[in-house]
């Protein structure tokens, strides 16, 4: 008998050829916990939405109901709780809501403790490949931060200055998963845990990416980890969709910067227009 | 091209012996030969075995007498249990050598290799995808002589296949496997009273079950799968899942700083983890399995379910154990069996 070789599956044939999931299981393949994320967000996440930073959303239509889209957002705060409010803010909000993934340092998962708890929380690794197998394969949301620690770790005085978006990274992902770019801007995170300098030695020596000086940190130890009481405003702008560009547009480097200097614009623009319109950092 | 004419090295591995037990009951095929430098563990019908040196220099000189037309390569070395650094890189860098040679040549009857390999090429690293695919790369050199000699054993493959594109070359990448007649670093680490783990990290981890590695590997050898495949069931559970599973507590008994050093302290106690396993137990690995999945592979079992499958055996085994006396290979009484006039067989066997 004779046998042709395999062929290359198709796109819609991966996608059938995923695993199923087992109704028994309590974690995705990803390490996310519905046990531990069900916890946090019925208690923490709970009490900061609604009660500390006391969330206000804006456009939350423009987060497609289904299929895989990029949530693309600004970065602040020294433990940033920006990432927390966008997802509550989709599972408040949202008709529909679902779960949203976010992309996470590499450096959470070599460090002991947060390697645990971060990826239980829904935390993916920022590779390209995870990105891509979420949005394309898996038609999730999923949410980066193209500032990176460079966004988290900047000072009071730079606050919603937007950093360099890395190598705009995420809009090749996202061209080639063809899922819609949705930017986000959020008003408050600066305020909830400013940064007032950097100390380098302990740094090193705790191995942390960096060790700020906030106004309750490190002199009140753990307790410095509270937020203060920010008001929170997340505005969801417009989608940019990737796929008007014919069929593989994440060659043109040319392109992928102008889009990325576009979504960087959009949001940088947004953040201007909310924090001039906010009278009171505390009451919006 | 359906295989008739099949050589299997590795027949004292598990992995060996099962799948020459397999493929020996189907009548399609004329001949099965193994070959391996200890004895085989298993009990074996028709298949003719021949010890051959750690090297396996010699295996020319077989495959051109028997006029081999598949070579299915199970003896590379994949968990540091099974053998000293010196003896694994001996049998993996120069065995698959001298095997590959075997089965190249401008006269070769050679048409088909399958080579079993282990997800240990991908290696664990902080910066690694959630889930690898065939095409992936392991982002940084290999850390440990194990490792190494995996990746140097697969280059070694693939110049073969470039060598040779008339012969179908299959490598295969194995994740952890798990099974009552398995014996690993992790059959064992999940024998002991608790799961050993690193205090602060819960790694994924994805397992085949025993049946289902002599199921992909007879596969590869009835269908023609060229390339590079991996073997790993559906889902990547978490180790604290795995513990639950199993029924045990998790230990973190290995610090997250200076681990190398608690594993070597441990080893004394007569617990031995690895320095690939260490890795495993830092970081995980996921793979992605839907290229063999695609190639028309069913799994019998989920990741998940191959755990609960062995939780089963590990409990069963103390009452199993000094049952049956375990087979031990006689080269006089096999060769009586075989070959005598005087032994009465069954009429319509060979």
């Known amino acids: ?284 | 091209m359906s295989s008739r004419r099949i050589l299997v090295t590795g027949l004292s591995t598990f992995w060996g012996g099962r799948l020459a037990q397999v493929i020996e009951r189907d009548p399609s095929v004329e001949t099965v030969i193994g070959v391996s430098h200890e004895d085989p563990a298993c009990e074996l019908e028709r298949t003719e075995f021949v010890r051959v040196g750690l090297h396996h220099a010699l295996l020319r000189r077989i495959v051109h007498a028997a006029e081999i037309d598949t070579v299915i390569d199970t003896r590379l070395v994949v968990d540091s249990l099974q053998a000293s650094p010196r003896v694994a890189h001996e049998a993996n860098v120069i065995g698959t050598m001298n095997i590959l040679a075997a089965c190249g040549g401008p006269h070769s009857p050679v048409r088909k290799v399958v080579f079993k390999s282990s997800a240990h090429y991908y290696g664990c690293e902080r910066d690694d995808p959630a889930f690898f695919t065939e095409a992936m790369r392991r982002p940084h050199p290999p850390r440990t002589r194990l490792e190494s000699d995996i990746v140097e054993a697969e280059k070694a493959v693939e110049g073969f296949a470039e060598r040779n594109p008339d012969v179908t070359v299959t490598v295969l990448r194995f994740v952890n496997a798990l099974g009552p007649d398995l014996r690993t670093t992790h059959t064992q680490l999940f024998a002991l009273p608790a799961v050993p783990a690193i205090l602060g990290f819960d790694p994924r981890y994805q397992f085949i079950h025993e049946d289902d590695l002599v199921g992909v590997l007879r596969f590869a050898a009835e269908r023609n799968l060229p390339g590079v495949y991996n073997a790993a069931a559906d889902g990547v559970l978490a180790l604290s899942e795995v513990a639950s599973l199993l029924g045990k507590p998790l230990a973190p008994i290995l610090p997250p700083w200076g681990a190398s050093l608690a594993a070597g302290a441990l080893s004394r106690a007569g617990i031995r983890v690895p320095g690939e396993v260490l890795n495993q137990l830092r970081y995980g690995r996921g793979l992605d399995n839907r290229l063999l999945k695609g190639a028309g592979y069913p799994y019998a079992l989920t990741s998940r379910e191959t755990v609960l499958k062995h939780a089963e055996a590990l409990r069963a085994r103390p009452l199993k154990d000094g049952a049956g006396e375990p087979y031990r290979y006689e080269r006089e009484v096999e060769e009586f069996l075989r070959w005598s006039p005087s032994v009465r067989r069954p009429r319509g066997t060979v």
Not at chain 1, 100 to 127: C, I, Q, R, S
Not at chain 1, 188 to 197: C, H, I, K, N, Q
């Open chain 1, 1 to 284: 008998m004779k046998q042709l070789p395999a062929a290359p599956a198709g796109e819609e044939e991966l996608r059938a050829l995923l695993p199923a999931i087992e109704p028994d299981r309590q974690l995705t393949d990803w390490g996310r916990s519905e046990r531990v994320e069900g916890l946090i967000d019925a208690t923490l996440y709970e009490f900061l939405y609604h009660y500390w930073f006391r969330c206000e959303v804006e456009g939350i239509e423009n987060v497609p109901g289904a299929g895989g889209a990029l949530l693309v957002a600004n970065h602040a705060g020294a433990l940033p709780p920006d990432a927390a409010m966008i997802a509550k803010a989709i599972k408040e909000e949202h008709p529909r809501p679902r779960p949203l993934h976010l992309t996470v340092e590499h450096f959470f998962k070599g460090y002991p403790g947060l390697a645990m708890l971060v990826n239980k929380l829904g935390g993916v690794p920022a590779h390209p490949a995870n990105v891509h197998r979420l949005l394309h394969d898996e038609r999730q949301l999923v949410l980066v931060f193209p500032e990176g620690r460079k966004g988290s770790e900047k000072l009071y005085k730079d606050r919603y200055r937007l950093r360099r978006f890395g190598r705009g990274g995420f809009v090749e992902a996202a061209m080639r998963a063809r899922a819609p770019i949705v930017p986000v801007a959020v008003v408050g995170a600066e305020e909830a845990m400013p940064t007032f300098a950097q100390i380098g030695v302990l740094q090193r020596l705790t191995r942390l990416i960096y060790f700020p000086v906030t106004p309750l940190f490190p002199h009140l130890g753990l307790l410095g980890t509270a937020y203060l009481p920010a008001k929170f405003r997340i505005r969801f702008l417009e989608p940019i969709a990737t796929d008007q560009w014919g069929a593989d547009p994440s060659d043109d480097k040319g392109l992928v910067q102008t889009v990325a200097e576009e979504v960087r614009s959009r949001i940088q623009e947004e953040l201007i227009d909310m924090v001039s319109k906010r009278r009171s950092v505390w009451f919006g």
